[in-house]
């Protein structure tokens, strides 16, 4: 058995990522300022979007970007229920309905066929979630988007890095990042909004900053007017310099870390193979570059004779980590109790939402901690 915790993520930060944010905090300008601004252009043309705007996480950003387009009572948010709480949680405090589309069994991706089906005159926006680094097809959801005239809003969370048919995830269209510890690249709490759309973007840099027109650093570094007034009432959703530093860094070796990440998911196919109480996620069938997020498998719970609850704590007795993303959102308990939500609704959802487990993976984890991870579930199903 492993003597050290194998956590399941755990961020990539070097002695040199901390002298970066010491002299953040030495130079006398701590909040949003030139290194927030630099983070948006590197992030921006890394990508290959237009503009990009920092926030202070990636649910803030959904946040503004509902708030822009109006979203309000009456109005239907169609997303699915195998993703984080945070975007289902802002439709219901916006005074809207999430309705939630089922996901592939084994891609955990929506499709344009389910969003069709769950599409009425109320809905006003598409959140299609890339799930686990690999793309949603959105070719498709694009077209149904626009013929119906319905806004789409792209949750890349788990995509930095991530192609979709040989464009990147952010490059066209509006997407959401963030940067969480847990996801790709990481700047503390952070997030990114992309988007091809000026006047979306130019409504974000407002309300991403109480409603004026400019922020604190364009008022004392840009020279521009410090008599600032409110357009719109706005939120208090930007980057500090802290996080923008850190941001920086990680984004000069996004590449690398998604190297290494991929390389720990092929090792994990290769000895996870044997063990067919596991079901590993399955390729989509359209072209991507898997950014791997998340190295997730499904335990066959009749097979292993025991549940995905008592598996994760057989793994953590045994100093192996590991994640749930995610429970449905539809089978919590404000959703079943105050949203009309029941079980039933989702069977793929629901399914995963039973089985599913996220194995260890960061960049600084080594073959020997696959090798224990393989080692210790072995071990756990008796084999
Ligand atoms: C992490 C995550 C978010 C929220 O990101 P924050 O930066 O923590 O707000 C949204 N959607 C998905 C799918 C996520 O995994």
Known sequence: MRSKFLPF???????????????????????????????????AEHIGCPAAVALASATAGMHVVFNALGIGPGDEVITPSMTWVSTANLAV?????????DVDRDTLMVSSESIAAAMTSKTKVIVPVHFAGSAV???????????????????????????????????????????????????????????????LTERIRRLKFHGLGVDAFDRQMQGRSPQAEVLEPGYKYNMTDISAVLGLRQL??????????????????????????LLPLADVKYPVRHAWHLFIVRLNTDKAGMSRDDFMKELKARNIGTGLHFRAIHLQKYYLE????????????????????????????????????VDAIKEVLKK
């Open 9 to 43: 993520s755990a961020p990539t930060i070097t002695e040199d990522d901390i002298t970066a944010v010491a002299e953040v905090l030495r130079s006398g300008w701590i909040t949003t300022g030139q290194k927030a601004a630099d983070f948006e252009k590197k992030f």
């Open 93 to 101: 405090l916006a005074g809207a309905m999430p309705v939630f589309v």
């Open 137 to 199: 097809d959105m070719d498709p959801i694009l077209a149904l988007a626009k013929k119906q005239g319905v806004a789409v809003v792209e949750d890349a969370a788990h995509a930095a890095g991530t192609f979709y048919k040989g464009r990147q995830v952010g490059k066209t269209g509006t997407s959401i990042f963030s940067f969480h510890p847990i996801k790709n690249m990481t700047t503390g709490e952070g997030g990114m909004l992309c988007s091809d759309d000026a006047a």
């Open 252 to 277: 000069a070796r996004l590449e690398e870390f998604n190297a290494k990440r991929a390389d720990l998911a092929m090792l994990y196919r290769k000895r996870l193979a044997e063990i067919d109480e």
């Open 338 to 373: 105050k949203m009309g939500m029941r079980r039933g609704m989702l069977p793929n959802t629901e399914w995963n939402s039973d089985r599913i487990c996220s194995l260890p993976l960061f960049p600084t984890m080594t073959g020997q901690d696959v090798d224990d991870v």
